[in-house]
């Protein structure tokens, strides 16, 4: 158990709905990143957030948007999905700002009918 | 743009062999280097990792080198075992600046008893 929790687990939704999946960073740990994993697939970096603000931007969609809150749990929010969209989601947290290690929650697996 | 690049993609070996994969990254202010391993369906978890003032690290069957003149680093799995078997990710990032952590695309590992 790395410490990072998120939630839920599985999700089912339907083409042009719109998600939530939540992240607990391990207690300390100031930023967090979100990454997608498409089947087979490696790790896209989406967005990070430190201490509340965005710090870095991968290849996130503008159908997608993330924050992180004043106790420092984060929320990506998936909007206008579509069959493409299904992933596993993870979300790592990490002490400070890059160069450290960066400890990954169970993930959430976006399924999009 | 900032690229890692993952070699081989699978690997098959026999339980007891060496396995080694290799990583380029492009970004020469990169100056940390995780090894991450998924196995199916779950997180990944970092096993190993190496800053660039080391060139070289160890932990029991693994290891992990580094050349900086060169910018790449390799994983090092001797007297390998069925559970090895897994994907294995090299990352970069830097300690500076936007810190986000470039993933490889993995090396599908398979260990044969």
């Known amino acids: 158990d790395s410490g990072v929790t998120q939630t839920p687990k599985h999700l089912i939704t339907a083409t042009g709905q719109r998600v939530t999946l939540r992240c607990s960073p391990r207690s300390g740990d100031l930023s967090v990143y979100w990454y997608q994993q498409s089947l087979d697939q490696g790790l896209q970096f989406l967005i990070q957030y430190y201490n509340g603000e965005e710090r870095a931007k991968g290849n996130i969609l503008e159908r997608f948007s993330a924050q992180q809150f004043p106790d420092l749990h984060s929320e990506l929010n998936l909007s206008s999905l579509e069959l493409g969209d299904s992933a596993l989601y993870f979300c790592?947290?990490?002490?400070?700002?890059?160069?450290?290690?960066?400890?990954f929650g169970p993930g959430t697996r976006l399924t999009v009918l | 743009g900032e690229n890692v690049e993952q070699h081989p993609s699978t690997l098959s070996v026999q339980e007891g062999d060496s396995a080694v994969i290799k990583c380029t990254y492009s970004?020469?202010?990169?100056?940390?280097f995780p090894w991450y391993k998924q196995e199916l369906g779950k997180r990944p978890q970092l096993i190993i990792d190496?800053?660039?003032?080391?060139g070289e690290k160890k932990d029991q069957r693994i290891a992990v080198t580094l050349n900086k003149t060169a910018k790449h680093f390799s994983l090092h799995i001797t007297e390998t075992q069925p559970e090895d078997s897994a994907v294995y990710f090299c990352a970069a990032g830097s300690s500076g600046g936007y810190n986000k952590l470039i993933f490889g695309a993995g090396t599908r590992l398979a260990v044969h008893p």
């Open positions: 790592a947290s990490s002490v400070a700002m890059g160069g450290n290690e960066q400890f």
């Open positions: 190496i800053r660039s003032n080391v």
């Open positions: 970004d020469s202010a990169s100056n940390y």
